[in-house]
Nanobody
Framework: QVQLVESGGGLVQPGGSLRLSCVAS????????MAWYRQALGKERELVAA???????TYADSSKGRFTISSDNAKNTVLLNMNSLKPEDTAVYYC?????????????WGQGTQVTVSS
């Protein structure tokens, strides 16, 4: 079992920055990849960025150059630094931990944190 708790969302003006934090607890040794997803109103949940336990990162095209995902293993924390935010970044952001074999993955989710980009 893995528990995930996000924090750091809020209201920011276009062009501003936010940092999201996800603290993981439980059976951390089983986690293969951690990621941030987001879901805007009326849209499907989509990947924002991911980081493997080896440190390899992946970004959605919409995130490249603006967002940075990183992990602090000593604090069991994954961060998402978001810069140059746009109104279209408005969504609920979810922390994700993927465990299991590549052919049989299982996902754990946090409760989500709202990010609103508006003037």
């Amino acid at each position: 079992q893995v528990q995930l708790v996000e924090s750091g969302g809020g209201l920011v003006q276009p062009g501003g920055s936010l940092r999201l934090s996800c603290v993981a607890s439980g059976s951390l040794f089983i986690i293969n990849t951690m990621a941030w997803y987001r879901q805007a109103l009326g849209k499907e949940r989509e990947l924002v960025a991911a980081i493997t336990k080896g440190g390899t990162t992946t970004y959605a095209d919409s995130s490249k150059g603006r967002f940075t995902i990183s992990s602090d293993n000593a604090k069991n924390t994954v961060l998402l630094n978001m810069n140059s935010l746009k109104p279209e970044d408005t969504a609920v952001y979810y922390c994700n931990a993927r465990v299991g074999r590549p052919d049989r993955p299982y996902d754990y989710w946090g409760q989500g944190t709202q990010v609103t980009v508006s003037s």
